[in-house]
């Protein structure tokens, strides 16, 4: 078979038009609103794909079956022929889920017989090749650190972050057992299969969603994916994500009317379009695959929609639009930005436009906040007084040692606002503007504002006032090193982010008290609203 994919076909468009996609796109997303026909799209790109087609579905893989599937290359039909080709396989399996267990389990047994021949013979690789099994192992402990799959009494067994005790596959909450499903069913697929699944966010936490699908797809680099669905959040943490928008279907043309959008932003108009007035939204700096700030904001604005557009400016400007257009679309919507090195003036406008800034100068610093530490440091069995001391203790010393740059920078900050400002007077000509830029220097007074920032970091040293330094201190290695992660005992930064995103992600008091520590760092109450106010 040729090792190159087929272009995908698609649906019938308005029109009679008959187009299709390129074989070097991997990953289609389906979206529209509800009712606009994206389920009956699907089923005809399934029936246009023919044999290419694998269609996963994690609603009822862990049930039993009511109907086995007789489609070709389908787990029901891979499980059939899988008995009937190796005698000593259990045929009793009732669910996909039960099927693909067992099929995991035998292909590790041909592995080690056949690895047993070879040696016998001579033959055997110096590196046997991964088995099924292996790979989903990997992935596991990918999506869910600390935990484990094992072989115990020829059955698979599974050690959770829950307790040390194994348990077995039916034992599984229902999101772990949809990983554990789409890992091994996936594994499966026919060579260059077009696999589609349908709600891929069903029963997934959102804080792995994104990093669960994008592990999967690596899994199979030859299939190619199409999901349906009326997630936004997932829609916006796939890169390189082609999107077909499903905006009608004509039943009497038996056609749709629809786009095919390379670009994974989507419009203002598709994106109120999905986002309905189900949540308000959140638009924050950063992206969804590698900045902090969505994976946080996510956990701690639960009731939000968080969508990231990048930089600082945008979140800005398309908060104020959305807002001026809320007669519209009836949809709340705030923003978030960093700190960084705005004044109090600077920072009172912005929330007066429904712009969160938090009271730290960078989202890093979240992470040091005394709440935050308290309670990482209760989950790790350390004291949280002595690490808040000594965290607390190696922060001063930093600011101690860049208090002049830090204010140096502060005023650039403020001066190169000024000037933006300034320099937009209007001039009747080339002398009245270098007359204005001479006296600029007077007029802004940078060693003046420098200073009276010099004067009060030095108070905030000697009162050894942590909250203050959080809140000017811009500098991203503080984090690492003031060595917090070394004093609870994980590895590196990135670890102890992690885990304070897992402790988020609970349902427990310790999610709750880092979620309120956070939301007061922005000045608002756990509803969102600004604190003392009550959304409307």
Known sequence: MSSKRSDLPLPMALGGEKPSLQHTTRRVTIIGANGAGKSRFMDEMIRLCGNRAYVLSALSASFPEQEVSEIPGSVDDLYRRATERMQYMRPDALSQLDKLSYMLFADELESMLDFKERLEAGKAPRHPSPTPLDKVKDLWKEVFPGSAITRHKGTLMFATRAGNDLVTLNRLSQGEKTVLYYASAVLYAMPQAVVF??????????????????????????????????????????????????????????????????????????????????????????????????????????????????????????????????????????????????????????????????????????????????????????????????????????????????????????????????????FTCITALETHLKTLVFKLQPRKHYNALRKEFSRMIEEKDYDGVLKVFNHKPMLTNCGIHQMLGYRSKEDYISGVLEALGDKNKDADQLRATIRHCFRVDNEGAPAGQHSK
């Open 197 to 426: 699944i349908d709600s891929p966010s069903m029963f997934l936490h959102p804080s792995i969603t994104g990093s669960f699908w994008n592990a999967i797809e690596r899994l199979r680099p030859d299939c190619t994916f199409v999901y349906n669905s009326v997630d936004v959040d997932f829609v916006q943490s796939h890169s390189a994500n082609t999107c077909i928008w499903i905006k009608r279907f004509d039943s009497a043309e038996q056609a749709w009317d629809y786009q095919v959008m390379q670009e994974t932003p989507l419009t203002e108009e598709l994106f109120l379009e999905l986002a309905g007035s189900r949540r308000p939204v959140m638009f924050i700096e950063g992206d969804s695959r590698h900045s902090i700030d969505s994976k946080l904001y996510s956990l701690v604005f639960t009731d939000w929609t968080v969508r990231p557009l990048g930089s600082c400016n945008k979140v800005i400007e398309t908060t104020r639009t959305f807002n001026d257009l809320k007669y519209m679309h009836q949809l709340r919507s705030r923003g978030i930005v960093d700190r960084d090195r705005r004044t109090d003036q600077e920072v009172e406008y912005l929330r007066r436009k429904e712009i969160l800034v938090p009271d730290v100068a960078e989202v890093e610093n979240i992470f040091l906040l005394p709440g935050v530490i308290h309670v990482m440091a209760r989950r790790r069995a350390k004291s949280p007084s002595k690490v808040m001391d000594k965290v607390k203790t190696e922060v001063l010393r930093m600011f101690r040692q860049q208090a002049d740059t830090q204010a140096l920078q502060h005023v650039r900050h403020r001066v190169k606002r000024e000037v933006e400002c300034k320099i937009d007077a209007r």
